[in-house]
């Protein structure tokens, strides 16, 4: 069996804890719980033919008081950026984290999610914004750990990139 490790990679608050909770157990949760540290859990998932047991870092959020361990990255196949499309700056804080992670462990596969989609009223991220990521080479996928959209689609995604598929 393959065993990966995929890491949880964004501001505070942007939902990584609950895209993984949608992942895994394929639920949701209103209640907002700070991560402190590192949360592990772990999804076994078929790929074609193969068995990939991936090992979900979900790491704490970055803020201006706190900053992401990229000590944590060491070891990682790959990883998901999230932003919040309600709140900008996130996009400014995942641009630095992709900076920062590509620095500390080199060009490994990683997807960019747009999280909260189901409150696209609210989005201050515009098409444009999209459109100029998406043209570097960056996957980009929306979503929403609220109703589960695109939240399959990324992680699979993010799998097939680093099995090379």
């Known amino acids: 069996m393959i065993q990966k490790k ?4 964004g501001a505070f608050a942007v939902g990584k804890t609950s895209l993984v909770s949608r992942y895994v ?6 209640k907002y719980y700070t991560t402190v540290g590192v949360k592990i859990d772990k999804k076994l998932v ?6 990939v047991n991936l090992i979900l870092w979900d790491l704490a959020g970055e803020d201006e008081y706190q900053k992401v361990h990229m000590s944590y990255l060491r070891g990682a196949s790959g990883y ?12 400014e804080t995942a641009l630095r984290l992709q900076k920062s992670a590509a620095e500390a462990v080199g060009d490994i596969p990683f997807v960019l999610i747009l999280n909260k989609s189901d409150l696209t009223d609210d989005w201050e991220i515009d098409g444009t914004t999209v459109e100029e990521i998406a043209s570097r ?3 980009v996928i929306r979503g929403s750990a609220k109703t589960g959209e695109g939240v399959e689609e990324s992680f699979s995604l993010l799998v097939r990139k680093i099995l090379g598929e």
Do not use: N, Q
């Open 6 to 9: 995929v890491c949880m990679l």
């Open 25 to 30: 157990r394929s639920i949701f949760s209103d």
């Open 46 to 51: 078929s790929v074609g033919e193969k068995e």
């Open 80 to 91: 998901l950026l999230v932003v919040d499309g309600t709140r900008p700056a996130t996009l």
């Open 137 to 139: 080479g960056w996957p």
